[in-house]
């Protein structure tokens, strides 16, 4: 199972932004495709955004679309999630995941431990 670490959560107030971050420890993201996905309890798991390791492809929640981008740093060992002009709805915690394989198709069989967003005044 591949390791990953989130960080860059926090508290922020609405129309704020957040950098969300996704540590690759001890592989490179060149085989694997990166996808956010959030939960708060009690809820389903939402896919936010993935981004394709073998052409970049990416992909948005429509309820993100327009706010949030992803991207892939250039020694492929982070991804990142800005988020700007952010909701109190896009409070919860964030996971960012790795695919078994290149494609945002594949299955999600790595998971972060998560990053709590808040967006509150």
């Known amino acids: 199972q591949l390791q990953l670490v989130e960080s860059g959560g926090g508290l922020v107030q609405p129309g704020g932004s957040l950098r969300l971050s996704c540590a690759a420890s001890g592989f490179t993201l060149d085989y694997y495709a990166i996808g956010w996905f959030r939960q708060a309890p009690g809820k389903e798991r939402e896919g936010v955004s993935c981004?394709?390791?073998?052409?970049?492809?990416?992909y948005y929640a429509d309820s993100v679309k327009g706010r949030f981008t992803i991207s892939r740093d250039n020694a492929k060992t982070t991804v990142y999630l800005q988020m700007n002009s952010l909701k109190p709805e896009d409070t919860d915690v964030y996971y960012c995941?790795?695919?078994?394989?290149?494609?945002?198709?594949?299955?999600?069989?790595?998971w972060g431990q998560g990053t709590q967003v808040t967006v509150s005044s």
């Open positions: 981004i394709s390791s073998s052409d970049g492809s990416t």
């Open positions: 995941a790795a695919a078994d394989g290149s494609s945002c198709a594949g299955d999600f069989g790595s």
